[in-house]
């Protein structure tokens, strides 16, 4: 099964300011024949259902905000909101769908410092 | 509008059993693959279930294989997790979802409101 750590666990940015999230997987999630990395990211506020921002690794989900950027290839991952808003505050977690059992990363908090 | 309801989320005790459902409303429901993730109080987000939009195709999570069954109905648009022998560890928020494209394989795009399920004596 493949595993999936995020790095940190939490997170505190000074708005405006940039913030990253790094995801890494315990084997290759690139796809050869379709040169297609199997990662999403979603980001999560409390009482709320996941929302999913980013998926093939690097494509914005439509109607996200362009400050959330999406890159990495193989087993690293990377989330980059790039000025950090109120409304960001949330949690945020990585999945890898290549093979089953798909698979969540354990969550990154981020808050406001 | 995609829209997804979970119910039959409730309180059972250990070793009992609960069907949850998901209606599925504002799309070709029999054209997309179906997930079922769980979420215990707290707790980051596990993937439960999934079945392929042709139906020939379930898989399950290790901590769920053998007592969890994923079904569907397409006529009623609707979504199923058969739970049976649930321990204390099953406790949590479940949610159903879509993925963005008819592929199995695929991120999930539109998720439900998630319907909390309560193992305890």
């Known amino acids: 099964d493949i595993v999936m750590t995020q790095s940190p666990d939490s997170l505190a940015v000074s708005l405006g300011e940039r913030a990253t999230i790094n995801c890494k997987s315990s084997?290759?999630?690139?796809?050869?024949?379709?040169?297609?990395?199997?990662v999403a990211w979603y980001q999560q506020k409390p009482g709320q259902p996941p929302k999913v921002l980013i998926y093939?690794?690097?494509i914005r989900e439509s109607g996200v905000p362009d400050r959330f950027s999406g890159s990495g290839s193989g087993t690293d991952f990377t989330l980059t909101i790039s000025s950090l808003q109120a409304e960001d505050v949330a949690v945020y977690y990585c999945?890898?769908?290549?093979?089953?059992?798909?698979?969540f990363g354990q969550g990154t908090k981020l808050e406001i410092k | 509008e995609v829209q997804l309801l979970e119910s039959g989320g409730g309180l059972v005790q250990p070793g009992g059993s609960l069907r949850l459902s998901c209606a599925a409303s504002g799309f070709t429901f029999s054209s997309y693959a179906m997930n079922w993730v769980r979420q215990a109080p707290g707790k980051g987000l596990e993937w439960v279930s999934v079945v392929c939009a042709d139906d020939s195709n379930t898989y399950y999570a290790d901590s769920v294989k053998g007592r969890f069954t994923i079904s569907r109905d397409n006529s009623k648009n609707t979504l199923y997790l058969q739970m049976n022998h649930l321990t204390a560890d099953d406790t949590a928020v479940y949610f159903c979802?879509?993925?963005?494209?008819?592929?199995?394989?695929?991120?999930?795009?539109?998720w439900g409101q998630g319907t909390l399920v309560t193992v305890s004596s």
């Open positions: 093939w690794a690097s």
């Open positions: 979802a879509r993925g963005r494209i008819a592929s199995c394989y695929d991120a999930c795009a539109y």
């Open positions: 084997q290759s999630v690139l796809y050869s024949s379709n040169n297609k990395n199997y």
């Open positions: 999945q890898q769908y290549y093979n089953v059992p798909y698979s």
